[in-house]
């Protein structure tokens, strides 16, 4: 048994805390709604969104995805002002009426906090890169080349080559953990601290819910800057999509150093002067206990700590058993997790899984005792979509030869109306372009369709809005399912008992439960009573209303 509940240590703040029942929304702004006709997604798209999202959804947060004023190279996280709208997107004035019009709503709105680097552009750096004598100089992290002229360590990118790049004005290198126009900032100068403690209490002060803080496991690094080992031959994750440079070393002294904790303890500390405000930390895939980590002494660090291991798990009853038993074990007392099974980062569910797997992906995400993260599309079963090089905006794979990202974020389909109904403007001025399927994948088609993706994650959201088990419960896995394709577990409360049981095969299975019940929902739409050995068809997943002494707990 996997406790989530509290002990005396921790604060009621953190026990009640909104975003523990909540479902949060992955949007990729540039590619949600067109709110002005340029082709692009912007705040305003957002705003139009929001009946979308609360009402016919029910999502209860938006991560907004960064809409700061940036030359774009990377989706808009290279930063050029952190305070300023990036005017493709809006204003301020947008911004405060979306918080305005998101709360009416009652859905919060999580912010990018993208600390770890800025854009080339941002002045700070520009500053930086004019004169060693610059009062910003060691803002960032300047080096002399070696004797030799080379570079000052083996370190890669996750964009693809070395981490340093020379500035020929200044003669030393600058260091950049992804494109060269994303110079990383000192964090171990007290300076850059303060100045990106004020940006949280910008966005925070004007009404956002929480932040989701970009790569927060690179801020500190070995301050002595040793190489990197060498990685083992065969140990890349095929789920991971970094450039290939990336995966030559092991990445022991660019990230991960001690040090981290402290600054997400300080982190920390800034929000909590907003009470209620979240902190989502993205950390890349490592050992549970590394993550569990991030949580922080008594729960003082992250109050999210966004795993990527199941992401990159192949999607096989055991693997992944093994990595939910992993996580719950790990989890510290009172902590409550995020999980994701999608990310703008990645290849989107259904390329991964098909169809119907991403149907019972969907019956795990939105039942595990954690905050689901579903990015957008994925409740309509969107797929990846191949951009032609001309049309490519992810300078991951145009500067530097990486995988494009550009698949996964290909505009929302709403309707079946020009661009998907995604913008008026003409199709070559679109951001991506639209899936080539957008006509039967889309909102309007799939509403009017009750076996469809997304009347799948409506009634999934609506049945975990209304069952304090799958809400809040503690999670327990069934032991020794009598098939190797199937994941059973059951999430319960005092007064609310569910059971879940995902087959993972395209194959029929049977699974024993300790329980029996009524199946409140089935992917195939095959509602029934269960015994405890329940029959599954082929790429099915239940939940179970578990009938607790003869009787459901809605009888009581
Ligand atoms: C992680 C973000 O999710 C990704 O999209 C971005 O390219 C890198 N961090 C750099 O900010
Ligand atoms: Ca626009």
């Known amino acids: 048994m996997y406790r989530s509940e509290m002990t005396d240590q921790h604060p009621v703040a953190v026990a009640n805390a909104w975003w523990r029942g ?18 692009i997604g912007d705040l305003e798209g957002l705003i139009d969104s929001l009946d979308y999202l609360s009402g016919t959804l029910g999502v209860d947060a938006v991560w907004t995805g960064p809409f700061f004023r940036s030359p774009l190279l990377d989706q ?50 520009t500053d930086s890169r004019s004169s060693r004598a610059s009062s910003k100089r060691d803002w960032y992290v300047w080096r002399d080349p070696k004797p030799d002229g080379g570079v000052p360590n083996n370190w890669t990118s996750e964009a693809g080559g070395s981490v340093w790049e020379y500035d020929a004005g200044t003669a ?8 060269k126009e994303q110079p990383d900032l000192d964090w171990r100068n007290p300076e850059v601290r303060e100045a990106m403690f004020d940006v949280l209490r910008f966005w925070l002060g004007r009404g956002a819910d929480g932040v ?29 999509l970094q450039h290939p440079d990336f995966g030559t070393q092991l990445h022991l002294y660019d990230r991960r150093h001690p040090d981290t904790h402290q600054v997400m303890t300080q982190i920390r500390a800034v929000v909590d002067e907003y009470p209620g405000a979240v902190t989502i930390a993205e950390i890349e895939a490592m050992p549970w206990s590394d993550w569990a980590d991030y949580y922080g002494a008594n729960l003082t660090g992250m109050h999210l700590p966004f795993p990527f291991r199941l992401i990159e798990t192949a999607w096989r009853a055991d693997l992944l058993r093994t990595e939910l038993e992993a996580l719950y074990t790990a989890l510290p007392t009172g902590a409550w997790p995020i999980v994701a099974l999608g990310n703008h ?57 990486g995988v494009s990202r550009d698949p996964t974020r290909t505009p929302f389909p709403w309707s079946n109306d020009v661009n998907a109904g995604f913008s ?48 809040h419960g503690d999670t327990t ?71 607790e002494g003869g009787h459901h707990h809605e009888d009581h």
């Open 22 to 39: 909540a479902v949060v929304y992955e949007c990729h702004l540039p590619s949600l709604r067109d709110g002005n006709g340029d082709g």
């Open 424 to 471: 008026p403007a003409e199709e070559a001025r679109l951001w991506l372009p639209t899936a080539h399927n957008a006509a039967e994948i889309n909102v309007e088609t799939q509403l009017a369709d009750l076996t469809s993706s997304l009347s799948l994650y409506r009634a999934l959201i609506r049945l975990r809005s209304s069952s304090a088990a799958l809400r």
């Open 345 to 401: 980062d990645r290849t989107r569910l259904a390329t991964r899984l098909g169809p119907a797997q991403s149907r019972v992906a969907a019956v795990l995400l939105l039942t595990l005792g954690a905050t689901p993260c579903l990015l957008y599309g994925d409740e309509l079963g969107m797929e990846d979509q191949p951009v032609p090089a001309e049309r490519q905006r992810d300078y991951f794979a145009i500067a530097t030869g």
């Open 212 to 240: 989701r803080i970009d790569v927060a496991h690179m801020l500190m690094k070995d301050p002595e800057l040793r190489d990197n080992p060498v990685a083992p031959a065969g140990g890349s994750n095929p789920f991971d």
């Open 477 to 547: 896995f069934t032991p020794g399912t009598s098939s190797d394709a199937v994941i059973a577990y059951e999430r319960r409360t005092e007064d609310d008992h569910k059971a879940i049981a995902l087959n993972l095969a395209d194959a029929p299975a049977a699974v024993d439960l300790p329980v029996r019940g009524v199946v409140l929902l089935s992917t195939t739409g095959h509602t029934r009573d269960t015994g405890r050995t329940v029959e599954l068809a082929p790429n099915e997943a239940v939940v179970i209303d578990v009938e």
């Open 76 to 125: 808009g996280f290279d930063v050029s002002d952190y305070t300023a709208v990036e005017p493709v997107f809006g204003t301020l004035e947008t911004f405060d009426r979306l918080i305005v019009e998101a709360h009416a709503r009652r859905i919060k709105i999580i912010v990018d906090y993208i600390p770890s680097h800025t854009s080339d552009q941002h002045p700070w750096f």
């Open 172 to 179: 030393q290198y600058y260091l950049h953990s992804h494109l």
